[in-house]
T-cell receptor, first 112, second 115 residues
Framework: DAKTTQPNSMESNEEEPVHLPCNHSTISGTDYIHWYRQLPSQGPEYVIHGLTSNVNNRMASLAIAEDRKSSTLILHRATLRDAAVYYCILLNPKEYGNKLVFGAGTILRVKS | DAMVIQNPRYQVTQFGKPVTLSCSQTLNHNVMYWYQQKSSQAPKLLFHYYDKDFNNEADTPDNFQSRRPNTSFCFLDIRSPGLGDAAMYLC??????????????FGPGTRLTVL
């Protein structure tokens, strides 16, 4: 499975944008970039995913570098409820189905 | 609302006493997964069912087994729980569609304590 590298933790102020980086230098052409988050005492929750183009949904935006070796999850206005562990995961449905291999993730702390 | 339900939310068992955790879904997804998450660690996939086909991860201990009697239900059986099996067990579902990449929907988890 292709690996990702994320900072261990980040801190943000409430109501400010947050940019969570992820490096995936060994990504293959058929790897999708998925982001999940896990709030305290809950199961993981899907945030967003993309393949080559930037993606937006109601929760966040995903900016994918042109060479696809890195990506950034953007929370446009952080709230206290966004405090969670954020996981960047590469997924290759052709080779591995839809299996998720979680790394350590980034702990996001949001200050009021 | 369509969802993934896990029962019970908290389970206490004794060392060596078999225990079964259950998961049900109303999403009609064809794939169901079981993950183990130990304290302060990331979730780790134990196995998954693609329809009725069981797929075990290579490093999942034999002590862990699973059953999927129908599309909606999936069970995790721990035959002889050890202290090291204390963890949160997460069930997830997805709709598998060829080469498309689909999101997984997770339940709230069952926290297992082994005494």
């Amino acid at each position: 499975d292709a690996k990702t590298t994320q900072p261990n933790s980040m801190e943000s102020n409430e109501e400010e944008p947050v940019h969570l980086p992820c490096n995936h230098s060994t990504i293959s052409g058929t790897d999708y970039i998925h982001w999940y988050r896990q709030l305290p005492s809950q199961g993981p929750e899907y945030v967003i995913h993309g393949l080559t183009s930037n993606v937006n949904n109601r929760m966040a935006s995903l900016a994918i570098a042109e060479d696809r070796k890195s990506s950034t999850l953007i929370l446009h206005r952080a709230t206290l409820r966004d405090a969670a562990v954020y996981y960047c995961i590469l997924l290759n449905p052709k080779e591995y189905g839809n299996k998720l291999v979680f790394g350590a993730g980034t702990i996001l702390r949001v200050k009021s | 609302d369509a969802m993934v339900i896990q029962n019970p939310r908290y389970q206490v068992t004794q060392f060596g006493k078999p225990v079964t955790l259950s998961c049900s879904q109303t999403l009609n997804h064809n794939v169901m997964y079981w993950y183990q998450q130990k304290s302060s660690q990331a979730p780790k996939l134990l196995f998954h069912y693609y329809d009725k086909d069981f797929n075990n991860e290579a490093d999942t201990p034999d002590n862990f087994q699973s059953r999927r009697p129908n599309t909606s239900f999936c069970f995790l059986d721990i035959r002889s729980p050890g202290l090291g099996d204390a963890a949160m067990y997460l069930c997830a579902t997805s709709r598998q569609g060829g080469s498309l990449s689909n999101e997984q929907f997770f339940g709230p988890g069952t926290r297992l304590t082994v005494l």
